[in-house]
């Protein structure tokens, strides 16, 4: 019982559920787009926190490199710059300022040496002990009770000349600058001038010396700070150590040493081994949600049948994940090959060159982002991808398609070069990644061209190579329809000459026309001589049949055409075009035929009409007109250009008051530049034929 109950109140439940408004809010368009936007952007921060923290390398000092490390963008050596530094600055000579002052002091102090000694011989006559004890304690000199004795006891021009060799002994060795930690060197350099002066004796020599040696003072001192502007001048002409991206930091098996830290450090690949790095999965999501955000705002104002159709949504996000994921995954064999070209071809044929630039935009940026790419390579990508953008309107062959992806080729090409020579790269290097890149050109055409059925046959997009297919003669159908009802066939083809000019006029899809045109009544395969073109003089099969199942045979024929556009998988838009060529317009012969018949008094007008829809779109509403006009045209007798104009407004005007043209686009200016387009088509069709004179030939040729 209690299971019962609750399988009850749970049918209840869902049974409320299906009353309110959710579920027809989870039908609407609204709910898949915003389902398709989050599903984006989730995926799109996955790719991203996967590819920028998945690079992380967790090492330490010592550790033994299990693999090659390399940069991911041009980084700077820190360590090896400052070695070098370093090394230029120790090499720098120290810089000394000479002070003169100590070179004048110093000859003060000798001249008050022997003045001292002067004065004490003048004012002392007989005592010599006490001249030699006031000398020794005023003069601090280390000179021993000898030396004063020969000091006091020489003559006073003696002394003079023995002074004035002291003084030049002392500016002559302090001339030359005396470094503190040479002062002992020039007291031993002392000792050598004295022996060369041979008018002095052997104790004056000995008391010179060792009152130099006792004056003398360093008068060269360091200056700091003129030696730390020198060294640092140096070290400014010392250049960082550059690692070029892709260049190996370590390679594998080598012992991670302190230097290799740092470098990895430096390139953003150095993982940290306890932490979750919750501010770069933020920045990231922030820039993923920006991303996203201009995504939307771009389809929203620009390209709003894009952004209303969760198809055309799902196939932009798939081709921006996917080129996404394949760009990263082959970014290590080269920046320079990656396909991002392909994608924009792609979106230019499958949708429009505008929303191709600016996806283009993205994927690049993304891209340069999750592969750490400089911003050369950015530039690069961007170039490639507007190169593909632009050529990819003129690809309505598929062989131009591979020569728009040359073009990409020669783009990349230049841009290589210039980027060389700019960088100052080797003649080698720069004809490496010239070639890459006209290779990625080529590459990026394969893959569009063997992916576009792919891409084609997922979303139902027609694309103008799909319909340039389709309108090969020689297709299943078309052959069928020429073979079996020759004369629909040729009414298809006037219908498409005629549609095409038209709808090129008013800004519609020519191609898109022409071939739906050709497919337009294929349904009459199933009866052909039930149709008027096919029957060729024979008799008429309706005469034999009442009205009403002649107006079902015709009106079968579009039924009949989308089993047969089905069964041979034409694209949707035949589809649609089959459909709507009639609208809902009545089959006014057999209806009038039908009320005729005094069997069938009352006639439903509702059971002579074509089921519809209307066209709904301007080139189905054309391949309307032209239907219509084509075949009252060909039954004129003797066409002339006023007949032919007179019908064909008539025409016109009467499906536009018929209401046929009422869910189209066709504005009334339209449709006089389609009446106009019509005109001068039928009349080279149409023409008045020059009736020419009858001749005998036997005449002829007895004249010859």
Same mark, same amino acid.
């Given at each position: 019982?209690?299971?019962?109950?609750?399988?009850?109140?749970?049918?209840?439940?869902?049974?409320?559920?299906?009353?309110?408004?959710?579920?027809?809010?989870?039908?609407?368009?609204?709910?898949?787009?915003?389902?398709?936007?989050?599903?984006?952007?989730?995926?799109?921060?996955?790719?991203?926190?996967?590819?920028?923290?998945?690079?992380?390398?967790?090492?330490?000092?010592?550790?033994?490199?299990?693999?090659?490390?390399?940069?991911?963008?041009?980084?700077?050596?820190?360590?090896?710059?400052?070695?070098?530094?370093?090394?230029?600055?120790?090499?720098?000579?120290?810089?000394?300022?000479?002070?003169?002052?100590?070179?004048?002091?110093?000859?003060?102090?000798?001249?008050?040496?022997?003045?001292?000694?002067?004065?004490?011989?003048?004012?002392?006559?007989?005592?010599?002990?006490?001249?030699?004890?006031?000398?020794?304690?005023?003069?601090?000199?280390?000179?021993?009770?000898?030396?004063?004795?020969?000091?006091?006891?020489?003559?006073?021009?003696?002394?003079?000349?023995?002074?004035?060799?002291?003084?030049?002994?002392?500016?002559?060795?302090?001339?030359?600058?005396?470094?503190?930690?040479?002062?002992?060197?020039?007291?031993?350099?002392?000792?050598?001038?004295?022996?060369?002066?041979?008018?002095?004796?052997?104790?004056?020599?000995?008391?010179?010396?060792?009152?130099?040696?006792?004056?003398?003072?360093?008068?060269?001192?360091?200056?700091?700070?003129?030696?730390?502007?020198?060294?640092?001048?140096?070290?400014?002409?010392?250049?960082?150590?550059?690692?070029?991206?892709?260049?190996?930091?370590?390679?594998?098996?080598?012992?991670?040493?302190?230097?290799?830290?740092?470098?990895?450090?430096?390139?953003?690949?150095?993982?940290?081994?306890?932490?979750?790095?919750?501010?770069?999965?933020?920045?990231?999501?922030?820039?993923?949600?920006?991303?996203?955000?201009?995504?939307?705002?771009?389809?929203?104002?620009?390209?709003?049948?894009?952004?209303?159709?969760?198809?055309?949504?799902?196939? =932009? *996000? @798939?081709? #921006?994940?996917?080129?996404? $994921?394949?760009?990263?995954?082959?970014?290590?064999?080269?920046? !320079? /090959? &990656?396909?991002?070209?392909?994608?924009?071809?792609?979106?230019?044929?499958?949708?429009?060159?505008?929303?191709?630039?600016?996806?283009? =935009? *993205? @994927?690049? #940026?993304?891209?340069?982002? $999750?592969?750490?790419?400089?911003?050369?390579?950015?530039?690069? !990508? /961007? &170039?490639?991808?507007?190169?593909?953008?632009?050529?990819?309107?003129?690809?309505?062959?598929?062989?131009?398609?591979?020569?728009?992806? =040359?073009?990409?080729?020669?783009?990349?090409?230049?841009?290589?070069?210039?980027?060389?020579?700019?960088?100052?790269?080797?003649?080698?290097?720069?004809?490496?990644?010239?070639?890459?890149?006209?290779?990625?050109?080529?590459?990026?055409?394969?893959?569009?061209?063997?992916?576009?059925?792919?891409?084609?046959?997922?979303?139902?997009?027609?694309?103008?190579?799909?319909?340039?297919?389709?309108?090969?003669?020689?297709?299943?159908?078309?052959?069928?329809?020429?073979?079996?009802?020759?004369?629909?066939?040729?009414?298809?083809?006037?219908?498409?000459?005629?549609?095409?000019?038209?709808?090129?006029?008013?800004?519609?899809?020519?191609?898109?026309?022409?071939?739906?045109?050709?497919?337009?009544?294929?349904?009459?395969?199933?009866?052909?001589?039930?149709?008027?073109?096919?029957?060729?003089?024979?008799?008429?099969?309706?005469?034999?049949?009442?009205?009403?199942?002649?107006?079902?045979?015709?009106?079968?024929?579009?039924?009949?055409?989308?089993?047969?556009?089905?069964?041979?998988?034409?694209?949707?838009?035949?589809?649609?075009?089959?459909?709507?060529?009639?609208?809902?317009?009545?089959?006014?012969?057999?209806?009038?035929?039908?009320?005729?018949?005094?069997?069938?008094?009352?006639?439903?007008?509702?059971?002579?009409?074509?089921?519809?829809?209307?066209?709904?779109?301007?080139?189905?509403?054309?391949?309307?007109?032209?239907?219509?006009?084509?075949?009252?045209?060909?039954?004129?007798?003797?066409?002339?250009?006023?007949?032919?104009?007179?019908?064909?407004?008539?025409?016109?005007?009467?499906?536009?008051?018929?209401?046929?043209?009422?869910?189209?686009?066709?504005?009334?200016?339209?449709?006089?530049?389609?009446?106009?387009?019509?005109?001068?088509?039928?009349?080279?069709?149409?023409?008045?034929?020059?009736?020419?004179?009858?001749?005998?030939?036997?005449?002829?040729?007895?004249?010859?």
């Amino acid at each position: 019982m209690w299971g019962e109950d609750m399988l009850y109140k749970k049918h209840k439940f869902l049974k409320k559920i299906q009353n309110t408004k959710v579920l027809e809010f989870v039908r609407k368009k609204s709910f898949r787009q915003i389902i398709l936007f989050v599903c984006f952007t989730i995926l799109l921060a996955t790719i991203f926190m996967f590819n920028v923290t998945s690079n992380k390398i967790s090492a330490q000092i010592g550790d033994i490199a299990n693999e090659d490390i390399k940069t991911t963008r041009d980084i700077i050596d820190a360590i090896e710059t400052n070695r070098l530094r370093e090394n230029a600055m120790d090499k720098v000579e120290p810089i000394y300022k000479f002070d003169l002052s100590i070179q004048v002091n110093v000859k003060t102090k000798i001249k008050n040496f022997f003045n001292l000694i002067n004065m004490v011989n003048e004012t002392i006559n007989e005592n010599t002990l006490l001249k030699i004890q006031i000398l020794k304690q005023e003069t601090g000199i280390e000179l021993d009770d000898d030396d004063f004795y020969v000091l006091i006891n020489t003559k006073k021009s003696e002394l003079e000349k023995f002074q004035s060799y002291i003084i030049d002994i002392v500016f002559q060795v302090m001339a030359k600058g005396i470094k503190e930690n040479e002062l002992d060197i020039s007291k031993e350099n002392v000792v050598e001038n004295f022996e060369n002066i041979k008018d002095l004796n052997a104790n004056l020599k000995k008391i010179g010396r060792k009152v130099i040696v006792n004056y003398i003072e360093p008068n060269m001192f360091l200056d700091v700070k003129q030696t730390q502007k020198a060294k640092e001048n140096v070290a400014d002409q010392i250049e960082n150590v550059v690692i070029k991206q892709g260049q190996v930091i370590i390679g594998k098996g080598e012992v991670i040493e302190q230097r290799h830290i740092e470098l990895i450090r430096e390139t953003g690949l150095l993982k940290v081994k306890g932490t979750v790095e919750y501010k770069a999965k933020a920045g990231l999501l922030i820039f993923v949600l920006i991303i996203v955000s201009g995504f939307i705002a771009y389809l929203y104002l620009l390209n709003k049948n894009i952004f209303n159709s969760p198809k055309l949504l799902s196939l =932009l *996000i @798939i081709v #921006i994940l996917v080129t996404l $994921i394949l760009g990263k995954s082959i970014y290590g064999i080269s920046p !320079y /090959i &990656v396909p991002i070209a392909t994608a924009s071809m792609l979106l230019t044929i499958l949708l429009n060159e505008k929303v191709s630039i600016f996806v283009n =935009l *993205i @994927i690049a #940026i993304s891209l340069a982002y $999750i592969t750490n790419a400089d911003m050369n390579t950015l530039v690069l !990508y /961007i &170039v490639g991808g507007l190169v593909g953008s632009i050529g990819g309107r003129e690809a309505n062959h598929r062989y131009k398609i591979f020569f728009i992806g =040359l073009l990409v080729g020669v783009v990349n090409v230049f841009m290589s070069i210039a980027m060389g020579l700019i960088a100052d790269a080797t003649a080698y290097m720069i004809f490496i990644q010239s070639a890459i890149g006209l290779f990625n050109g080529l590459l990026c055409s394969i893959l569009t061209i063997g992916t576009l059925p792919l891409w084609e046959s997922m979303f139902g997009i027609v694309t103008p190579q799909k319909l340039v297919d389709l309108s090969n003669p020689n297709t299943p159908l078309l052959k069928k329809l020429l073979l079996e009802a020759p004369g629909t066939y040729n009414h298809s083809i006037i219908v498409g000459n005629l549609s095409e000019a038209a709808a090129e006029a008013v800004g519609a899809n020519p191609l898109l026309a022409r071939v739906g045109a050709y497919y337009h009544d294929i349904g009459k395969l199933k009866r052909p001589y039930f149709f008027k073109e096919n029957q060729f003089n024979a008799a008429n099969p309706h005469d034999k049949i009442k009205a009403n199942l002649s107006a079902i045979i015709i009106l079968n024929h579009v039924k009949d055409g989308v089993e047969l556009a089905k069964k041979y998988k034409l694209p949707k838009f035949i589809e649609d075009i089959i459909r709507q060529h009639h609208g809902n317009t009545l089959v006014a012969y057999f209806y009038h035929k039908a009320i005729n018949d005094e069997n069938n008094q009352y006639v439903r007008e509702e059971s002579f009409r074509y089921p519809g829809p209307k066209p709904q779109t301007k080139e189905a509403a054309i391949i309307m007109l032209a239907d219509s006009v084509e075949a009252a045209v060909r039954s004129i007798q003797e066409p002339t250009k006023g007949k032919i104009e007179g019908l064909v407004r008539k025409i016109i005007k009467s499906k536009l008051e018929d209401g046929q043209l009422d869910e189209s686009t066709l504005t009334f200016k339209d449709l006089d530049t389609i009446a106009n387009k019509f005109l001068i088509i039928l009349l080279g069709i149409f023409h008045e034929r020059i009736e020419y004179p009858k001749l005998d030939l036997n005449e002829i040729k007895g004249g010859i």
